[in-house]
């Protein structure tokens, strides 16, 4: 079951998600279960995703 704002990230090939309105199942990329994030996991994943240059 997945909640409003959580994060999710794949193991296999790093995409992110956030949800914007939970429900019922998982996620899944790359054919495997995403994993939840932290909050202060997911405060650091968007930092570095808004820094200048970041991949």
């Known amino acids: 079951m997945t909640e409003k704002a959580d994060v999710f990230k794949c193991r296999e090939c790093g995409c992110i998600v956030t949800v914007l309105k939970g429900?019922?199942?998982?996620?899944?990329?790359?054919?495997?279960?995403?994993?939840?994030?932290?909050?202060?996991?997911?405060?650091?994943?968007?930092?570095?995703?808004?820094?200048?240059?970041a991949p």
Do not use: N
């Open 23 to 53: 429900g019922k199942g998982s996620l899944d990329c790359c054919g495997k279960p995403m994993i939840v994030v932290t909050p202060d996991e997911a405060k650091k994943l968007s930092f570095d995703l808004a820094r200048p240059g």
